[in-house]
């Protein structure tokens, strides 16, 4: 602060002496004065926030603005006095970005087994823009894989207290599960046939008091398959709509900030949908048909609690407990979970790969995190989960995973390293064990995610 204060006071000075030199003697005098009263209390009055004030006077222009920053900047008096490298001011930076701040992030994500199982990789590119045209329409543009999905969010229509959404979904070749990377997991996809669907979402929400929110959410889908390789006497899934009525209750005191998510707070989502298809019916290998008429119309449902305490900005436990389930489920619809990237918003189970878990009706997921600084560059995440399956789906070709219950136990480790430029890299190593009924070898996974936002 000292140093700040003689600075500028030299620099007043200096433009005393400029501004003098032009006058008079008597008039120097009287104009040095009044100068440097004007000077003075502006001085004094100058805000911290503003450190490079633009100081005229009256009738003369004293100094340039780019002659005062260059000046500045070739001291560098704030750093020093202030104690903070350029390390520290990418890192504040970093972490006080918000989504409003950054409106286009790319992200290149690759899961990897450390057995035969097959990997996993994606870039993963988003845009959005708010208040376009100045009003309260905000735009946004998400690619994953062979998905993209164009979201329109009208805020404060038609009420103050409403929002209104609207979706366009494109999902091709493997749309009957996360449809996640390029490469991998070609044992878990369909190989018989492509699936491929177009969405259209419109959601109503309204925001109600006590930080409590209801939606509701009408999904028009069309599904459309391609024949691959499958035998003469094949029955393909029939094209079919797929009209999805949706209603979520809320309640949201959750907050996420900076890019490690640091989470406070609580929140609280459900949602349960009864879907209605145009057609369906019994498809598969004779005499082992997948399931027909039955699936025609369907129930998902889902709840999820999240909740988060951090500690001096730094020390940060975030649990995540969800259940999900259905009735009359099929391959496009039934419930999935299991994968290794854990910082996209996935049902995570460390050590196992996207969507490992596919034959299922219902299950519970419990997700434990705690993540904290070693250092300004360095965070370390520490993860541990359960997942219970209470049901499996009925299948017409018994798999190995016949038991009608599981218990999965997973625990991972991971760091978040900011490279010079302020680029984040997160390294993941998860480890997961199939417990109950049957106990089977260990699987681990390692994960590596880099990105960018601007």
């Given at each position: 602060?000292?140093?700040?204060?003689?600075?500028?006071?030299?620099?007043?000075?200096?433009?005393?002496?400029?501004?003098?030199?032009?006058?008079?003697?008597?008039?120097?005098?009287?104009?040095?004065?009044?100068?440097?009263?004007?000077?003075?209390?502006?001085?004094?009055?100058?805000?911290?926030?503003?450190?490079?004030?633009?100081?005229?006077?009256?009738?003369?222009?004293?100094?340039?603005?780019?002659?005062?920053?260059?000046?500045?900047?070739?001291?560098?008096?704030?750093?020093?006095?202030?104690?903070?490298?350029?390390?520290?001011?990418?890192?504040?930076?970093?972490?006080?970005?918000?989504?409003?701040?950054?409106?286009?992030?790319?992200?290149?994500?690759?899961?990897?087994?450390?057995?035969?199982?097959?990997?996993?990789?994606?870039?993963?590119?988003?845009?959005?823009?708010?208040?376009?045209?100045?009003?309260?329409?905000?735009?946004?543009?998400?690619?994953?894989?062979?998905?993209?999905?164009?979201?329109?969010?009208?805020?404060?229509?038609?009420?103050?207290?409403?929002?209104?959404?609207?979706?366009?979904?494109?999902?091709?070749?493997?749309?009957?599960?996360?449809?996640?990377?390029?490469?991998?997991?070609?044992?878990?996809?369909?190989?018989?046939?492509?699936?491929?669907?177009?969405?259209?979402?419109?959601?109503?929400?309204?925001?109600?008091?006590?930080?409590?929110?209801?939606?509701?959410?009408?999904?028009?889908?069309?599904?459309?398959?391609?024949?691959?390789?499958t035998g003469s006497d094949f029955i393909m899934p029939k094209n079919h709509i797929n009209i999805f009525p949706r209603i979520d209750f809320g309640f949201d005191r959750l907050t996420e900030k900076g890019v490690d998510q640091l989470t406070e707070g609580i929140k609280l989502t459900s949602w349960i949908g009864y879907g209605i298809r145009s057609r369906w019916g019994r498809w598969g290998e004779p005499p082992d048909y997948e399931i027909?008429?039955?699936?025609?119309?369907?129930?998902?449902?889902?709840?999820?609690?999240?909740?988060?305490?951090?500690?001096?900005?730094?020390?940060?436990?975030?649990?995540?407990?969800?259940?999900?389930?259905?009735?009359?489920?099929?391959?496009?619809?039934?419930?999935?979970?299991?994968?290794?990237?854990?910082?996209?918003?996935?049902?995570?189970?460390?050590?196992?790969?996207?969507?490992?878990?596919?034959?299922?009706?219902?299950?519970?997921?419990?997700?434990?995190?705690?993540?904290?600084?070693?250092?300004?560059?360095?965070?370390?995440?520490?993860?541990?989960?359960?997942?219970?399956?209470?049901?499996?789906?009925?299948?017409?070709?018994?798999?190995?995973?016949?038991?009608?219950?599981?218990?999965?136990?997973?625990?991972?480790?991971?760091?978040?390293?900011?490279?010079?430029?302020?680029?984040?890299?997160?390294?993941?190593?998860?480890?997961?064990?199939?417990?109950?009924?049957?106990?089977?070898?260990?699987?681990?996974?390692?994960?590596?995610?880099?990105?960018?936002?601007?």
């Open positions: 602060m000292y140093r700040r204060m003689i600075d500028r006071f030299t620099y007043l000075k200096v433009m005393n002496i400029r501004i003098g030199s032009r006058s008079s003697k008597v008039k120097r005098k009287g104009k040095s004065i009044s100068i440097i009263i004007k000077a003075l209390f502006i001085f004094t009055t100058a805000q911290i926030h503003a450190p490079f004030p633009v100081i005229s006077i009256e009738g003369e222009s004293i100094i340039e603005r780019e002659e005062w920053d260059n000046d500045i900047a070739e001291k560098e008096i704030f750093p020093r006095e202030m104690g903070i490298s350029q390390d520290e001011v990418e890192i504040n930076q970093l972490k006080e970005k918000s989504p409003k701040d950054i409106n286009t992030i790319i992200l290149l994500i690759g899961e990897m087994p450390t057995d035969d199982r097959n990997s996993n990789f994606a870039p993963v590119f988003k845009t959005e823009q708010e208040d376009i045209f100045n009003t309260n329409i905000d735009l946004s543009l998400l690619w994953v894989g062979y998905k993209l999905t164009a979201r329109c969010i009208q805020r404060k229509f038609p009420w103050r207290n409403t929002t209104l959404s609207e979706t366009v979904i494109g999902s091709f070749l493997y749309a009957s599960g996360t449809n996640f990377g390029f490469a991998g997991g070609i044992l878990q996809k369909e190989k018989r046939f492509y699936t491929n669907y177009i969405s259209e979402i419109i959601s109503l929400k309204c925001s109600l008091p006590w930080s409590t929110s209801f939606a509701f959410s009408l999904d028009s889908r069309q599904y459309f398959f391609i024949k691959r390789d027909g008429g039955e699936a025609k119309t369907f129930i998902i449902y889902s709840s999820i609690l999240t909740s988060g305490l951090l500690l001096n900005n730094n020390h940060n436990v975030v649990l995540r407990l969800r259940y999900k389930g259905g009735v009359d489920n099929d391959f496009l619809t039934r419930p999935r979970f299991g994968s290794t990237i854990d910082n996209v918003k996935l049902d995570v189970v460390h050590g196992f790969t996207l969507d490992e878990f596919r034959f299922v009706e219902e299950f519970g997921l419990m997700n434990l995190k705690y993540s904290f600084n070693l250092h300004k560059r360095l965070r370390v995440n520490l993860f541990f989960d359960y997942a219970h399956i209470f049901s499996r789906a009925e299948l017409s070709q018994p798999c190995e995973d016949e038991d009608q219950t599981e218990d999965v136990l997973a625990f991972g480790y991971g760091l978040r390293i900011l490279s010079w430029g302020g680029l984040p890299i997160w390294l993941t190593h998860g480890i997961g064990k199939r417990l109950y009924p049957r106990k089977r070898p260990v699987e681990q996974a390692i994960m590596a995610m880099t990105a960018a936002g601007w």
